[in-house]
Nanobody, 123 residues
Framework: QVQLVESGGGLVQTGGSLRLSCSAS????????MAWFRQAPGKEREFVAA????????RYADSGKGRFTISRDNAKNLVYLQMNSLKPGDTAVYYC????????????????WGQGTQVSVSS
């Protein structure tokens, strides 16, 4: 059984930082691209960032460029999302996702999902 478990969410003030973690278990994730999506109340789930297995390639949504950094530790099956200069518009549930092969920005391209972690940014 594949499991992705997110952690690290919380309440932070505008301008603050958070680091989200995603722990993967249940199979080998060799060759899997990993991504972060987010969903705000009443909105569609949207792409935030993704990284290839080798960490040789990353992609970011425009909303997070220059503020968010995705990274991974394959030896520990962990993926991180460092979020700096947070804004109220970043408030959402953040989800970790995995897919075999190359990066995708569409949620339908991902096979495995975590349950999400809440990030709230106060003004």
């Amino acid at each position: 059984q594949v499991q992705l478990v997110e952690s690290g969410g919380g309440l932070v003030q505008t301008g603050g930082s958070l680091r989200l973690s995603c722990s993967a278990s249940g199979r080998t994730f060799s060759g899997y691209a990993m991504a972060w999506f987010r969903q705000a109340p009443g909105k569609e789930r949207e792409f935030v960032a993704a990284i290839t297995w080798s960490s040789g390639s990353t992609r970011y949504a425009d909303s997070g460029k220059g503020r968010f950094t995705i990274s991974r530790d394959n030896a520990k099956n962990l993926v991180y999302l460092q979020m700096n200069s947070l804004k109220p518009g970043d408030t959402a549930v953040y989800y970790c996702a995995a897919r075999l092969g190359f990066i995708a920005t569409a949620k339908l391209g991902y096979d495995y999902w975590g349950q999400g972690t809440q990030v709230s940014v106060s003004s």
